[in-house]
């Protein structure tokens, strides 16, 4: 059964940093390719940063040169460097399949709140 766990969330002044992590297990998580996602209130679930089996990496726009998506395959784990947070940033954040359609059962996320 797959399970993901994100951790690593908190309230910080805007300008600041986060680190989130997320935590994988049921999956082959080498060959897996991975990405965070976040659903600010009443907006839609969106993809920010994605990572390939191979560390290829990409970003959304609003978050480019901002943050930073790296993993540990020993570790089976996912990461996300938040740095000159925003108010537009606060969300709650998921790592999942970058692929939406082929998304697995989702965690509980993480809750990020900047405050300006």
């Known amino acids: 059964q797959v399970q993901l766990v994100e951790s690593g969330g908190g309230l910080v002044q805007a300008g600041g940093s986060l680190r989130l992590s997320c935590a994988a297990s049921?999956?082959?998580?080498?060959?897996?390719?991975m990405g965070w996602y976040r659903q600010a209130p009443g907006k839609q679930r969106e993809l920010v940063a994605a990572?390939?089996?191979?560390?290829?990496?990409n970003y959304a726009d609003s978050v480019k040169g901002r943050f930073t998506i790296s993993r540990d395959n020993v570790k089976k784990t996912v990461y996300l460097q938040m740095n000159s947070l925003k108010p537009e940033d606060t969300a709650v954040y998921y790592c999942?399949?970058?692929?939406?359609?082929?998304?697995?059962?989702w965690g509980q996320g993480t809750q990020v709140t900047v405050s300006s």
């Open positions: 049921g999956i082959i998580f080498s060959i897996t390719d």
């Open positions: 990572i390939t089996n191979g560390g290829r990496t």
């Open positions: 999942n399949n970058p692929n939406s359609r082929s998304a697995y059962r």
